[in-house]
């Protein structure tokens, strides 16, 4: 239980239709901290990009034909001008799912790496360890 005047710090993170989960929960929910977005879809108007108040990451392969660098670079240039910074990572040889075990795009050496900016900003974001729960894609 929460006490009154306590403050919790929440998150999101997500992957492919998952990360735009966490995309519409950072637009739709102010209580919202930090999300993470492993290549999930982002918004591109600027009236949700307004409202989003969370700290925001997102992981992109280069090869994702779905949702591409580009969008990813686009979102990041407007949200930069209209909210703040979303901390972006490219990896420039993965597809999409590149963080996934069971799917054929996946990368196990970006996955690390995108596993440690992760642990890395949601610390910093939430402060202290975070707790992750982990969940398929």
């Known amino acids: 239980a929460v006490t009154a005047g306590a403050h919790r710090q ?16 950072a637009v739709n929910d102010p209580m919202l901290n930090a999300a993470v ?37 686009k979102f990041k240039a407007a949200f930069a001008k209209f909210r703040g910074q979303f901390e972006l990572h490219e990896w420039p040889n993965s597809g999409h799912g590149f963080m996934n075990e069971t799917n054929p795009n996946h990368n196990v050496a970006d996955t690390a790496d995108a596993w440690s900016y992760i642990h890395a900003f949601l610390t910093r974001e939430l402060g202290g360890k975070p707790i992750v729960a982990w969940h398929d894609e």
């Open 10 to 25: 929440v998150g999101r993170i997500g992957w492919c239709m998952g990360g735009g989960l966490a995309t519409a929960l």
């Open 37 to 73: 977005i492993n290549y999930g879809s982002l918004p591109d108007s600027r009236k949700n990009i307004k409202r989003i108040k969370a700290h925001l990451l997102g992981n992109f392969g280069g090869l994702d034909k779905g949702i591409s660098v580009a969008d990813a670079r």
